[in-house]
T-cell receptor, first 114, second 111 residues
Framework: NAGVMQNPRHLVRRRGQEARLRCSPM?????VYWYRQLPEEGLKFMVY????????ESGMPKERFSAEFPKEGPSILRIQQVVRGDSAAYFC????????????FGQGTRLTVV | QQQVKQSPQSLIVQKGGISIINCAYE??????FPWYQQFPGKGPALLIA?????SEKKEGRFTISFNKSAKQFSLHIMDSQPGDSATYFC??????????FGTGTSLTVIP
């Protein structure tokens, strides 16, 4: 049973470009969470999705950021017109549908905006 | 607003000593409290977790103590080893399934 898979592991984008980060949850998991981690800081909640639904996006910046979790395929975190301040590690976690279960994290995507 | 407050920010412990990391929360809607361990360049890995109906949980050298009335919980690492050197995050899960994390504690265990 493969763990949470994120790709790419490292992503370099120039200012103004778009960044697409992918997350494939663990088998049997239908809940996905995205977090951002800045250097020397903790994990900041961004968005919580179930299949085809955004449950909570209270941590997402209002502009340029969007997330989806389609019926088929991975969850995508999309950042349009990236700026230097978007440089961070972005982690995805997944959990099963049943409540009271653990969330398992992927290895993260390290985005660098140059 | 930081939903889960974690301290200390960094901790240095001698090999064989006890490492103690503390967390506090306010939201009574939290119903599950995991601890994660993160090594540089890696994703956080679940270490141990507790539910609020239990006051203590022990797994090997790792123990969570939970004080529901004080809304505090802590991680104790007994017989700390250099391999335990990592960043530790406490977390709390809201009944709506969202997880909130502390700001992390960087633990260094000196040989």
């Amino acid at each position: 049973n493969a763990g949470v898979m994120q790709n790419p592991r490292h992503l370099v984008r120039r200012r103004g470009q778009e960044a697409r980060l992918r997350c494939s949850p663990m088998k049997g998991h239908s809940h996905v969470y995205w977090y951002r981690q800045l250097p020397e800081e903790g994990l900041k909640f961004m968005v919580y999705l179930q299949k085809e639904n955004i449950i909570d996006e209270s941590g997402m910046p209002k502009e340029r950021f969007s997330a989806e979790f389609p019926k088929e395929g991975p969850s995508i975190l999309r950042i349009q017109q990236v700026v230097r301040g978007d440089s961070a590690a972005y982690f995805c976690a997944s959990s099963r549908e049943i409540r009271n279960t653990e969330a398992f994290f992927g290895q993260g995507t390290r985005l660098t905006v140059v | 607003q930081q939903q889960v407050k974690q301290s200390p920010q960094s901790l240095i412990v001698q090999k064989g000593g006890i490492s103690i990391i503390n967390c506090a929360y306010e939201n009574t809607a939290f119903d599950y409290f995991p601890w994660y361990q993160q090594f540089p360049g890696k994703g956080p890995a679940l270490l141990i977790a507790i539910r609020p109906d239990v006051s203590e949980k022990k797994e090997g050298r790792f123990t969570i103590s939970f004080n529901k009335s004080a809304k505090q919980f802590s991680l104790h690492i007994m017989d700390s080893q250099p391999g335990d050197s990592a960043t530790y995050f406490c977390a709390a899960r809201h009944t709506g399934n969202q997880f909130y994390f502390g700001t992390g504690t960087s633990l260094t265990v000196i040989p």
